[in-house]
Every structure is written in C-alpha cells, then in structure tokens.
C-alpha cells in the first residue's frame, strides 16, 4: 500500500507540473526572470547603462513581473498585438514618472490624472483592463527603482525590455501548446460540476434528506458551488472563442468544445429540481430507493472526475460499467415501486421521482457520447456552434464618454483607484517616507470594486506581508553570496505567478520574500526594509479599507434590485424557449444555450451578491431576512425551469391540449409579473396560488410530470412576488 500511494502523489504531483497553467506560468516566469540576470553575471554586457549590472537584471526584473501579472490568455494574433501595446504603454509610463519625480506637484496631478484615465480602459473590455493596469503598475515599479544622477530614460528603457522579453518568450511558450489552458479550464469545469453532484447527493441520505433544515443547508451550499461552475463556463466559452477567431477549422479544439457543449447540458441537469425533496422521504422513507438514487449521484460525481482527469492527461474517458449497472438497477426498483399498492396512489411522488431517474439517465447517455470523440478517430464529435465575438458597435470614446458617470462600476473603481493613489502620494512626500511607494502598491493591489473583495485582499495581504517577513528573516540570515540569492529572488517570483490567482495569501507570502532579496542584492538592507514593509502595508491597507467606505460605496442591498429584475427577465426568456420545445422538438440551438447560459450567470451573480454582503459592514445589511428569503426563490425558480428543460421535447398532440397550453401561458404570466409586482395586489396573489394549490387535472405519465414542474414553477413565481411586495422593491424601476 505505501508504494501504490506514493505513486499516486508522485502521479498527481506529475499530472500538475505537465498541465496547471498557473505551474506554467511559474515556469515561464523562472526561465525569463533568470536570463535577466545574466547581465549581474557578465558584468560588461550592458556597458552604456549608467547603472551597475544588478540595477540593469533588477530592473529588467520587474519588467518581467509586471508583464507576467497582466499576461493574458488568448490566441497568438491577439497576444502579439497585447504584447505591443503594453510595450508602448510602459514607456510611456514609465518615462512620465522619471520626468515627473522631482516635481512633485505636477507629478501628483500626472498620477491622478493618468490613473483615472489608465483604470477607465476597462470600459473597452478585458484586454484593454489589463493595459490600464499594468501601465499603472509599471509606473509604482519605477517610483520604487528612481535614482537621482541616472538618465531619465534607463530605468524605463530597461523595464520595457523585461516587460518584452517576457512577452515574446511567453509568445513562443504558448505556440506549442495552444490548448493548454483550455484543457486545464475545461477540467477544472468537470472538477467542479463533481463537487456539485456529490453536494446534492445529500438531498437522498438519512441525515440531511430527512429534514427541511438540512435541505436548506444542501441548497445553500449548491448555491456557491453553482457560482464556481459558472464561472468555469464563462472562462471555456471565452478561451474557446479566442482560439476560434482567426482559425475555424482545428479538429483538436472542436473536440475539446464538444465537451464544454456536454458540459452545458450536464450543469441544466444537476440544477433541476424535479420535485420537493422534502416529500420524498415522506413518501418513499419506508423503501431503499433514495439510497440507490444517492449512490447514483455518487458514481456520476465520480464520472465527472475521471473524465476532467482524462482531459487533464489526454487520454480517452473510459465510462464505467458500475455506473450503468446502478441505473439499470434503479429502473428495476422503480417498476417494482410501481406495483407495490402502497405507492400506486401516490402518482405525483411517484412521477417525480421517475423524472430524477429519467434525467440521471440522460447525463449517462450524455456521458457515454464523450467516448467515441477520443477512441474512435473515424468518428469525431459533430461540431458546435459558437457564440462569435461581436466587436464593439460603437467608437471607443464613445464608449469610454459613455462610461464616466457615477453610477458605472468602472467609473466608481477608477475614481477610488486614482484617489487612493493621490492621497497615498500625498501621504508619502508629507512625512518623506522613503519606502513610502510601498503605499502606493498597497492601495493598487489591495481596493478591488466591491467592499467584500476589499476586505478579504486587506487580511491576506497583511497576513501574507508578516509571514513572509518571519519567514524571510533566517532566510537572509543564512543565505549568503549573491549568486544564491539570485537563485533564492527567481524561486520566489516563480511560487508568487504558481498561487497568484489560486490562493492570493501565500502569494503574497513570496512576494514580500521576493522584495526582500531584490534589496539585499541591491545594496544589502534586506532586513532594514522589514519594518517599512510592514508598516507601510498595514497604512495602505487602511487607506484601501477608507477609499472603498466612502468614495462611492456601492453596497450589495443597492444592486439587488437591478440583479433581481435582470434574473427575473432572463428566466422568462429561458421558460419561454424550454416550453416551445415542447410543441416544437428538443434543441440545444446556440440561442437557447446563450439564453440559459445568460440565465445561469445571472442567478450565480445574485448569489455572489449575496455572499458579498455578508462581509459588510452590518449596518449595510439592510433587509437581511427578505433579500435571503428572494434570492434562494429565485435561485429555485431557476431549478424548476432547468428541470422542466431537462425533459423537454415534442408532447404529441401538443395543439389539441389545452389545459397544458393555459397551464403554460399562467406560469409564463406568473413570472413576467414577478419583475412586474405593480401589476397585481396581494390578493390577486394569493388567489393565483390557492387556485394552483387546489388544482386537479386527471393526466398521467409524461404529461403529469410536465404540469407538476409547471406548478412548482409558477409558485415559486408568486413567492417572488409576494417578497417583493412585502419590501416594497419594483425591479423594473430599478437601474444598474
């Protein structure tokens, strides 16, 4: 046994070092870094610097640091044209600063000025955010190396270097393995699709099916764990775009996108609830049944693993047998529960629950379509249609004008940004602090654009900050000669790019590590600057905390109105196209997957706001009960519709029903008015739902199955509304 787990670890360390982007990115940042130094152990290669040879690989240092932060992800045309234009951006930042430092009036109007304008890029998108922040970056990089009696253009001249030999290095890493990314986001897409199964497995088991409490903990749990799902969506969807833009016909990614295109339908199937799970323990707590449907769960939580693993290592999914042999099984039990008399009166229950198996079967049947995409080359995955990127439709000044208004999201983060940078600046030439710049980074790194966000960066970087300095003390103590603090300055970069986007805290924990080093070798005060470090984190941490309380606060109970409505309006585009399919056949056309997609991440969003607020401030919690009660409803709303889409198709003789089609237009009507509750009174209300309470309709089978889910749907509609009524909030009123 010790040798089999020892091979594991050893297998799993191995799988990670050959497939982790963030490993990679470690990696590159190794290599790179440590041809920067070359010129400290040459001595005479850059001999028309001023500066000596470990200023020139310093400098040339934190060009690669800077351009390793902002480094984004994306096909190699549009890395070229990135990688020229942060060029271009850094020297001209860089140059701002060395002209403007000894005037320190103007260069303080130049830093408020050009960090607002630089943090207004993200306006234009993803790509143009990361210029504005890593000119900025540049920037506070060249505050902190500034040396008086050296030409105004070395230090900048030299960052850009780094920052471009980062570039094309990283350019040409890329080339050979183009799908990397993708593979790994794709995995971490399945990973997370698995811890969800496995989550709501516990509706089935003896402890938390059994009660309404523990529901509502597994729900609330499935809530979160939907938020990393959807993220991981959003990241493939993207990736997969980028790599489609410029060349359409590449076997490899229409593989990989087949199973982002499974993937999509195995998330609409594990967020359907097909009846309440608080009934089902009632109804069937004398049988096993539910135990076989938690082991089911169980072993596609498992599938979902292996085939994430399989992306991960590039080998063929094998399904398992043991899974097949539980859903056979389960089939078996079901027709037996049938003929029991117990149970033949209890069509509802019983409907139910054959609608979970029927849905636990179709991600089988979904599972089992990924086998042939990687053993059988003659028979490759039909190809799936993208949504395209659609470039901007009007210019860019227009829509940066557009953007500048105090209640835009880029708008209220670039102010508080370029603030905090002033009064930061301000702060430093006022007591002449000589490590003051450090402030500066602080206040950069640490104010994201919402308080909860702030709050956690606040903690972990000054945690972060004195763990490194306790750690980094025996460290500099020991450690002795440069070549080996060379060695220890380019570890210590490469662990800071392998956690920076996986646990922010250590990160930062080898970043301090990292200054500390650079100083020593740069005139041995690695341990004088300990104490700046510390203080001066903890003041920027307190500037970061002061910027985002008063300048614009843009708390949580203000957006929920405008989240609420844009959720409500989305879910019923999503009921609206999943009960056409009932009269006209199933579909995973691309509207409809950009229609549920688009449903999904508004859901994740309230959830996120949600969680957000808890780590307010509490007298920013206003209406703390009521904004729970609304997004978990929500959220179930959701659920419903996605389970009535998980057995959508054509209901023969769909024209000729009536009822289902007045039952159809009622839920539809019930959720256009929930963004609509002046619409209607409370009454009004109550009596829609006494009226779907006392309903009866004497249907069987599938179609009773339909009109269940249709119920539940237009209940929950009303619970919504209800809510709203009861906090006085009009979605439809309400403004991003």
Not at 494 to 504: A, D, E, V
Request: with cysteine; charged share 15%; glycine share 4%.
């Amino acid at each position: 046994m010790p040798i089999s787990n020892s091979t594991f670890n050893y297998n799993s360390l191995l799988r990670k070092l050959i497939s982790d982007s963030n490993v990679h990115s470690g990696l590159r940042v190794l290599i790179a870094m440590s041809m920067t130094f070359i010129p400290a152990i040459t001595f005479n290669l850059l001999p028309f610097f001023d500066q000596d040879s470990f200023h020139v690989s310093i400098t040339l240092c934190l060009g690669v640091m800077a351009c390793g932060i902002v480094e984004t992800d994306d096909n190699n045309r549009n890395r070229r044209k990135f990688i020229f234009t942060i060029v271009f951006c850094f020297i001209i930042a860089a140059s701002s600063v060395e002209l403007l430092m000894p005037y320190p009036v103007a260069f303080a109007i130049g830093l408020l000025l050009s960090s607002f304008a630089f943090m207004m890029l993200s306006a234009l998108g993803n790509h143009y955010n990361r210029i504005g922040f890593g000119s900025i970056l540049i920037a506070i990089y060249t505050m902190i190396g500034y040396q008086e009696g050296i030409d105004w253009y070395e230090q900048p001249i030299l960052l850009t270097l780094g920052a471009l030999w980062y570039g094309l290095f990283s350019l040409v890493w890329n080339y050979y393995s183009p799908y990397r990314s993708l593979r790994e986001q794709l995995a971490q897409l399945y990973f997370s699709l698995s811890r969800y199964q496995e989550q709501k497995s516990a509706l089935f088991n003896e402890k938390e099916g059994t009660s309404k409490a523990g529901i509502f903990a597994v729900r609330q749990q499935l809530a979160i764990r939907n938020i990393a799902i959807t993220a991981r969506l959003d990241q493939c969807k993207r990736i997969i775009q980028s790599r489609f833009q410029f060349n359409k016909k590449q076997p490899k990614l229409d593989q990989l996108n087949y199973y982002y295109f499974v993937a999509e339908q195995i998330h609409e199937r594990i967020s359907a609830s097909q009846y309440l799970y608080s009934q089902l323990e009632k109804s069937f707590k004398e049988s096993q049944i539910l135990e076989g449907f938690h082991q089911l769960l169980l072993q596609l939580s498992e599938e979902y693993y292996q085939i994430g693993s399989a992306i991960t290592d590039k080998k063929p999914y094998l399904h398992s047998r043991r899974t097949k042999w539980t859903i056979n099984a389960l089939a078996d039990q079901l027709y037996l529960l049938k003929q029991k008399p117990q149970f033949i009166n209890n069509k509802k229950a019983l409907q139910g629950l054959e609608g979970i198996y029927e849905n636990l079967n179709g991600i089988d049947l979904l599972l089992l379509s990924l086998i042939p995409a990687e053993q059988n080359n003659e028979n490759q995955p039909p190809v799936v249609a993208i949504e395209a990127l659609t470039p901007p439709t009007e210019p860019a000044y227009k829509l940066l004008l557009a953007a500048i208004t105090p209640t835009n999201p880029t708008f209220k983060h670039a102010a508080r940004i370029s603030i905090g940078l002033f009064v930061a600046y301000i702060f430093q030439q006022t007591l002449q602090l000589t490590h003051g710049f450090w402030i500066l980074q602080t206040v950069f790194f640490v104010c994201q654009p919402s308080f909860s966000e702030t709050r956690k960066r606040l903690v972990l970087r000054s945690l972060g900050t004195l763990f490194g300095i306790l750690l980094g003390y025996p460290i500099i103590m020991f450690v002795d000669g440069n070549i080996a603090q060379v060695i220890f300055t380019v570890l210590t970069a490469c662990l800071f790019f392998t956690y920076l986007r996986t646990n922010y805290g250590l990160a930062v924990v080898f970043l301090t590590l990292f200054v500390m080093f650079i100083f020593n070798l740069l005139n041995g005060t690695g341990m004088e600057i300990l104490p700046y470090r510390i203080g001066e984190t903890l003041i920027g941490c307190l500037l970061s905390a002061l910027v985002i309380t008063f300048i614009f606060p843009d708390w949580q109970f203000l957006r929920f109105p405008a989240l609420v409505n844009q959720l409500l309006i989305l879910s019923g585009r999503y009921f609206k196209q999943v009960s056409d399919q009932y009269q006209y056949g199933r579909s995973e056309n691309l509207n409809y997957r950009m229609t549920r997609f688009q449903t999904f991440q508004s859901d994740a969003l309230l959830a996120t706001a949600w969680q957000n607020m808890l780590f307010e401030p509490r007298s920013k919690q206003q209406l703390h009960q009521e904004i729970y009660a609304l997004v978990n409803r929500c959220d179930a709303l959701v659920s419903y519709i996605a389970a009535l889409a998980s057995h959508r198709h054509k209901i023969d003789g769909f024209e000729n029903n009536i009822e289902v089609q007045n039952l159809i237009e009622k839920t539809s009507r019930q959720i256009f008015l929930a963004y609509q509750p002046q619409l209607v009174d409370k009454q009004e209300l109550i009596n829609a739902m006494e009226e779907l309470e006392n309903m009866e309709y004497d249907f069987s089978g599938e179609i009773l199955l339909i009109v269940e889910q249709l119920r539940l749907i237009a209940s929950t509609a009303i619970d919504i509304q209800l809510i709203l009524q009861q906090i006085n909030i009009n979605p439809a009123n309400q403004h991003k």
